[in-house]
C-alpha cells in the first residue's frame, strides 16, 4: 500500500464550479501536509500546506484534513481556467521526506 | 535566487547509452532529493541526500540506477545502461537544514524518452 492514495481522474469541471480534490494516507507518523499544483510540463509548486486537523483558508482554496480518518481534501471555489492542472497531495514530517499521491488532473474549461 | 536548475531539460537517447543527469540544489540548501514521475505510478522518491551523503536509495530502481553528490552545489542520477521503461520526467528538489511543509522546492525536471 502506497502511504498516500490518490484518484488521477481525470476531472473535468466547467468554470465557477466547486472542485473537490481528496487523498488518504496510511501513515500515522505525518505531520504535516501539502498540495502541490503542476502545471503542464512544469515541476509542482507548493499550493497550501497545513499540520493539523481542521480547514486551512487561502483565497479560493480551502485544504483540510481529518487524522482520525486519514482524510486529506482541497476544496477549490469558483473554479478557473487557470486551475487546470495536476494536483499533488503530500504528507511529510520534520526528517524532511515527502510521500506524494499520483496527481489528479483536473481541467476547468469556460 | 536562480532555484532548483536541472540540465538537461530533454533527452532522448537509444536503449543502452549512458544517460547522465544533473541537478544544482539551492543555495544553503542541505537536503536534495531525486523523485521520478510517470502516468502509471505518479512522483516516486528514488533517493535523497543530506549534507551530500546518500541517506535513503531504497528508491532507486536497480543497479543500473546511481546517484552522486560530490559538494553541496551539484548532484548527477545517472542511468547505466538505459532502457526504454526508464522514459519519464526526473525532478530534483532541494530544501534546508530544518524542512518544514513549505520549503521543498522542485526543479523543472528533465524530460526522459529512451527509445
Known amino acids: 500500500q502506497k502511504e498516500v492514495e490518490q484518484d488521477p481522474g481525470p476531472l473535468s469541471v466547467p468554470e465557477g464550479a466547486i472542485v473537490s480534490l481528496n487523498c488518504t494516507y496510511s501513515n500515522s507518523a505525518f505531520q504535516y501536509f501539502m498540495w502541490y499544483r503542476q502545471y503542464s510540463r512544469k515541476g509542482p509548486e507548493l499550493l497550501m500546506y497545513?499540520?493539523?486537523?481542521g480547514n486551512k483558508e487561502d483565497g479560493r482554496f480551502t485544504a483540510q484534513v481529518d487524522k482520525s480518518s486519514k482524510y486529506i481534501s482541497l476544496f477549490i471555489r469558483d473554479s478557473q481556467p487557470s486551475d487546470s492542472a495536476t494536483y499533488l497531495c503530500?504528507?511529510?514530517?520534520?526528517?524532511?521526506?515527502?510521500?506524494f499521491g499520483r496527481g489528479t488532473q483536473l481541467t476547468v474549461w469556460p | 535566487d536562480a532555484g532548483v536548475i536541472q540540465s538537461p531539460r530533454h533527452e532522448v537517447t537509444e536503449m543502452g547509452q549512458e544517460v547522465t543527469l544533473r541537478c544544482k540544489p539551492i543555495?544553503?540548501?542541505?537536503?536534495l532529493f531525486w523523485y521520478r514521475q510517470t502516468m502509471m505510478r505518479g512522483l516516486e522518491l528514488l533517493i535523497y541526500?543530506?549534507?551530500?551523503?546518500?541517506?535513503?536509495d531504497s528508491g532507486m530502481p536497480e543497479d543500473r540506477f546511481s546517484a552522486k553528490m560530490p559538494n553541496a552545489s551539484f548532484s548527477t542520477l545517472k542511468i547505466q545502461p538505459s532502457e526504454p521503461r526508464d522514459s519519464a520526467v526526473y525532478f530534483c528538489?532541494?530544501?534546508?537544514?530544518?524542512?518544514?511543509?513549505?520549503?521543498?522546492?522542485f526543479g523543472p525536471g528533465t524530460r526522459l524518452t529512451v527509445l
Open positions: 503530500a504528507g511529510g514530517s520534520t526528517l524532511g521526506r515527502l510521500y
Open positions: 528538489a532541494s530544501t534546508p537544514e530544518n524542512p518544514g511543509p513549505d520549503t521543498q522546492y
Open positions: 541526500f543530506n549534507n551530500n551523503v546518500p541517506i535513503d
Open positions: 497545513t499540520y493539523s486537523s
Open positions: 543555495s544553503g540548501h542541505d537536503y
